[in-house]
């Protein structure tokens, strides 16, 4: 195909001109005639029994149309939520699933949580009728530090889950683990803190609702990234609405980091309510709403243990970690701690024993979900800090202990003793690139440099795997999945040859109406501007299962490309009709159909239209139309990998530390629009530093308020403080998808925590500082060198 | 955000009788604070009486040794100042360090020193440089301006029209900004002038104040060194989770240093 458009090519992104412009269609923006608009009263307290809620004060303000409360939904019979993926605990039992009412019916469990819901004619009545609604709170003791939550006599967040334990999970054996670490020369043991982080998406959620009476059919638009899964939640669980009678839409949604995957309290009042205010209701949270309510991510309380041989090589891995929760199981909430995080302990080594054990809490802090990475970047920081920490002890540089240890580029697919089986790969080559980008020969003179002007610089590698590309339906069924992960995709052509390419996947910001046009561009040779992505309705998609885990392209990507191969099987027999020859002699090449060996050709447009005006068409063994869909379900999961190099300076009075390089070297599979991809990395990256630097949800220890609820204290990443990354890529090929991709929404994020800690870390060694938590803010850091120089005192 | 009725006076007696005749009337100039209390419904005005048209409040000026900057003079201004760069470079560099460019075009000098919060930059500048704040009635000398946590000398419907900086000999201000806000975590502003050698410290305390024993020191010996062992008590000093007053205390020493090193470039 043209190298301008086609795979591999810097394609613009399509949607960025009316993003750009400001002419893109969120929820908030839609004119909805005779809207009502909610409010909803969320919980001051982080634990407290409601003895009482008067709404009468409230109900006769100015422009209120209805009040709801927990009740009204008990009353009306209607189900929790619910959590989607069933952990089974290292007994085999089932995790324990406490009841998650919409909202609070006689208990609030986390500031934040849903108390009452208010429809009025405006924003404004609503929020003032909420200050109007008396609530009697018989405040409790909360159980909030994650370190103290499953202790003895810590308080219950729910009466189902004894001592706050959700599950104690566990993976591998630990008879083997014990026995390889009795055999250890050196064994490098970490203890670490995950901090917990907020997904501050652009857009803050929002939903809108609409009834129709005269046909019972409900519209619920709303910034999910999965509306299927929404619908199909809400439907079968939640709400009983039947498939056939929701609609629900997610149009253009300002980002979501995970934190729009799943079914929240908002929405679904927001769509139960339409029916019964009889108007609809539009609600979009404040950014002080989205900082109390939406799932947060990571917040593992970790110990890691590595055994290794006298030369460095790994012999077992043994990590215990207590994930919280939060007050609620949120939809996906189990399966980040396991399967998404001890899975994936092997990364990119031989590591041949590993044993988990994962104790999932309950507190009483808003739920915990998957956000960005969810779960590998927790297993990647795990792995990738105790391998530099034990390179330091043993005085291995981090580089070399990591070569020592790959898995060789021979040994694919490579069998890892925590369930995966990676497909693809080919580790040391990016490892010897990035440290060539980086130039980490000459690090120990710019390091000498630095110290010259009084700062301590460090280096720091992070080198990941991770598993994306969600899901092989099987292997996840078998682990407790409540949904299948395959993929759709639908491409309809138009009699005058443009079309229209439904999927099911949900594009938020990650460009898919680019990507997904440049890859029927190359493989249907039709103009790009002839082509248009449609997402994010079910009305018009066929079922499919959204966007997370780095699955669009890899999955949805694969949907597509399976679409067209029925086009173009379809279009042949046309072709062949059209051109007197034998569909076997039929050859598509660049948009068009030729009869081998002739100068016989028909262009696909022609054939469509033909298709569509079949009045010279093959009858007999071929249907009208240019209309084909495909399902997809992948063989496995995919696994990009890479390593990225971080370097960085602190200044040791201030404690403030800037990123001076960046570099990420990363197996991505096959590439179909580079500078889609850079801007991923670049993402990923800012989030995942984000994390290590700046980013925590604090909350105080003993009443649960969240201290770090606005932009004044939750410290998001911002460009000045990054350099220019560098960035490259090593493929190998995906063996096991059509286009032989990999995922690149995650990486950036799963790997660059460890990068920057190790270059932290490596940084403070010459002063005597030994562990640094993240965030490593300024404070952090100037306390940690603090604590080094009093100890060394003593 | 409650409603509340909007004005806008064209010049200082106008906003002045209005403020006056409505007890429960709020001035605004940038609406940098002002607006974000109101949203999160943390005040509840009757009135609202805009600044923005009053021309006389806008612009600087050089008046003999002085730069007077109007209570309405937005930061961006302050800091793009051709006259402010060439008189008193440090306080166009702090002005171009407030908050982010959307911030430094909407705030202005007067709701800034007015407002008074501790983690302001500007109150640095005003008694480092010992300046003189004028209102509407009367002026005040930065000394006896601010009171304390969010205090200040104003009455109730009293506006700063102005604000006179004497030039200074040399002067540097350097700031840790809180990481979130970037507001002062803590801030100095270090001044040889007419009157003498100041030291201001915003961000650390509940009001900017000033280090009398720094002061002291410079005055007999201008240079980083003649600070480096003097220590600040953290007692009283802010503690929030960016940063303790330990930290805090520290970063004094360590900004008055770096300031009195950049003043001397
Ligand atoms: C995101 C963000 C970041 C910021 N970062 C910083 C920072 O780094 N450093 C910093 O110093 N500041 C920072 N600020 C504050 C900013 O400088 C504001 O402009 C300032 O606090 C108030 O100025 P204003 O003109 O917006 O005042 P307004 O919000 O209009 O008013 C503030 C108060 O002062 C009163 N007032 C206003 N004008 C007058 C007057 N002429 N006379 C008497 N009273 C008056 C008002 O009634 C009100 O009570 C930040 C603000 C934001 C939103």
């Known amino acids: ?794 | 955000m409650y409603d509340f009725a909007y004005h806008r006076p064209k010049s200082v007696a106008d906003a002045v009788s209005l403020l006056k005749s409505k007890p429960e009337a709020r001035a605004m100039s940038g609406g940098m604070t002002l607006i974000p209390t109101l949203k999160q419904r943390l005040a509840r005005p009757s009135d609202v009486v805009d600044l923005g048209g009053v021309k006389e409040l806008a612009g600087i000026k050089v008046e003999g040794n002085n730069v007077v900057v109007g209570g309405m003079t937005r930061h961006a201004d302050v800091a793009g100042s051709a006259e402010v760069k060439a008189a008193i470079p440090a306080l166009a560099y702090l002005a171009g360090h407030i908050g982010d460019p959307q911030v430094r075009n909407r705030g202005t000098i007067g709701g800034s020193v007015a407002n008074n919060d501790p983690a302001a930059d500007y109150p640095g500048a005003v008694v480092a440089l010992n300046a003189t704040v004028t209102t509407n009635t009367r002026k005040i000398t930065a000394d006896d301006f601010f009171k304390g946590l969010f205090e200040t000398a104003l009455a109730d419907g009293e506006l700063i029209t102005s604000i006179s900086f004497p030039k200074a000999e040399k002067a540097a201000y350097v700031k840790v900004p809180n990481p979130a806000s970037r507001y002062a975590m803590v801030g100095v502003f270090v001044a040889k002038t007419a009157a003498g050698v100041r030291v201001a410290v915003t961000g650390a305390g509940a009001c900017v104040f000033r280090v009398k024993a720094m002061e002291d020191a410079l005055a007999k010996n201008f240079s980083s060194a003649a600070i480096k062992d003097i220590k600040i008590p953290f007692e009283g000093l802010n503690s929030d989770i960016h940063g303790s007053s330990e930290y805090r205390a520290h970063l004094v020493g360590v900004m008055a240093r770096r300031a009195v090193d950049a003043a001397n470039k």
């Not at chain 1, 050196?186 to 809108?208: G, Q, S, W, Y």
């Open chain 1, 1 to 794: 195909m043209t190298a301008a458009t086609g795979i591999g090519a810097r394609v613009l992104r399509t949607e960025d001109k009316r993003f750009l412009t400001g002419t893109g269609r969120y929820v908030d923006d839609l004119p909805l005639a005779r809207a009502t608009y909610a409010y909803f009263l969320r919980s001051p307290h982080a634990h407290a029994r409601i003895k009482s809620i008067d709404v009468s004060a409230a109900a006769k303000m100015p422009g209120v149309v209805n009040i709801f409360t927990g009740k009204d939904l008990v009353d009306a019979k209607v189900g929790g939520l619910i959590c989607g993926w069933t952990v089974k605990d290292k007994h085999g039992q089932p995790h324990k699933a406490p009841a998650h009412p919409v909202m609070a019916v006689d208990t609030v469990r986390y500031v934040g949580d849903t108390v009452a819901m208010i429809v009025a004619n405006s924003h404004d009545e609503a929020k003032d009728a909420a200050e109007a609604i008396k609530v009697d709170y018989d405040v409790k003791p909360a159980t909030i530090d994650l370190a103290k939550a499953l202790d003895k006599g810590a308080t219950e967040v729910h009466p189902e889950a004894p001592g706050n334990l959700i599950y104690d999970w566990e993976i591998g054996v630990k008879a083997d683990v014990d026995a390889a670490f009795a055999k250890a020369a050196h064994v490098t043991k970490l203890d670490l803190v995950n901090n917990r982080l907020i997904p501050n998406a652009m857009e803050p959620r929002a939903a809108a609702a609409e009834y129709d009476k005269g046909t019972g059919h409900y519209t619920l638009w709303s910034t999910s990234q999965n509306p299927h899964v929404l619908r199909l939640i809400l439907s079968a669980f939640v709400l009983g609405i039947p498939e056939h009678k929701l609609r629900v839409i997610a149009p253009d949604v300002g980002g979501g980091f995970g934190s729009k995957i799943f079914c929240y309290a908002d929405e679904t009042m927001v769509c139960w309510a339409a029916s019964r205010v009889g108007r609809p209701i539009k609600w979009t949270a404040e950014r002080s709403e989205s900082f109390q309510t939406d799932c947060h991510g990571r917040d593992h309380v970790t110990h890691a243990e590595l055994a290794l041989d006298k030369d460095g090589k790994f012999l077992a891995l043994k990590v215990e970690t207590i994930a919280n929760m939060g007050a609620y199981l949120s939809t996906f909430s189990t399966a980040v701690p396991t399967y998404l995080y001890a899975t994936l302990l092997a990364g990119q080594y031989t590591t041949p024993l590993i044993y988990a054990n994962v104790k999932a809490a309950v507190t009483h802090t808003a739920p915990v979900d998957a956000y960005r990475g969810a779960g590998r970047p927790e297993a990647t920081f795990v792995i990738e800090t105790i391998v530099s920490k034990a390179a330091a002890e043993m005085k291995i540089d981090p580089a070399e202990l990591r070569r020592k240890n790959f898995i060789p580029s021979t040994a694919f697919p490579y069998q890892t003793p925590v369930a995966l089986q990676y497909d693809s790969g080919n580790y040391p080559p990016i490892i010897d690139e990035a440290m060539k980008i980086a130039d980490y020969k000459g690090f120990e003179a710019r390091r000498a440099e630095a110290k010259s002007r009084g700062m301590l610089r460090g280096i720091g590698f992070s080198s990941y795997i991770e598993a994306c590309g969600l899901a092989p339906s099987q292997v996840v069924g078998s682990l407790g999945a409540g949904v299948g992960q395959w993929e759709s995709a639908q491409i309809k052509f138009n009699p005058t040859g443009n079309v229209q390419v439904m999927t099911g996947a949900h594009s938020h910001g990650q460009g898919h109406e680019t990507t997904f046009a440049q890859l029927i561009h190359d493989k249907l040779g039709v103009p790009m501007d002839q082509i248009e992505i449609v997402h994010g309705d079910t009305a018009t998609t066929p079922f499919g299962m959204g966007t997370y885990g780095s699955r669009s392209l890899a999955v949805g990507g694969s949907a597509i490309v399976k679409a067209t191969e029925k086009i173009i099987a379809k279009g042949k027999k046309v072709a062949a009709h059209l051109m007197e020859a034998s569909v076997a002699d039929v050859e598509f090449e660049n948009g068009t159909f030729k009869v081998a060996g002739t100068d016989k050709s028909v262009p696909l447009a022609q054939v469509v239209f033909a298709a569509y005006v079949p009045h010279n068409y093959p009858h007999a063994d071929t249907e009208p139309g240019m209309d084909e869909n495909a399902f997809y379900d992948p063989a496995n999961f995919v696994y990009p990998a890479g390593t990225q190099i971080c370097e960085l300076e602190i200044d040791p009075e201030t404690g403030t530390t800037e990123i001076v390089a960046f570099t990420a070297i990363d197996d991505f599979g096959n590439i179909i629009n580079p500078m889609i991809v850079e801007g991923q990395v670049h993402g990923g990256i800012v989030q995942g530093v984000g994390q290590a630097l700046m980013e925590g949800a604090v909350y105080d220890k003993s009443t649960g308020q969240l201290i770090s609820g606005s932009y004044m204290d939750y410290t998001m990443p911002r460009a000045d403080n990054f350099p220019s990354f560098k960035h490259g890529n090593k493929h190998t090929p995906c063996p096991h998808n059509p286009q032989g991709v990999k995922g690149c929404g995650e990486a950036g994020a799963i790997a660059s925590p460890a990068a920057v800690m190790n270059a932290v870390h490596n940084a403070l060694a010459p002063v005597g500082v030994k562990h640094v938590e993240m965030p490593a803010t300024p404070l952090n850091v100037w306390q940690s060198i603090k604590g080094a120089q009093r100890q060394a005192a003593e």
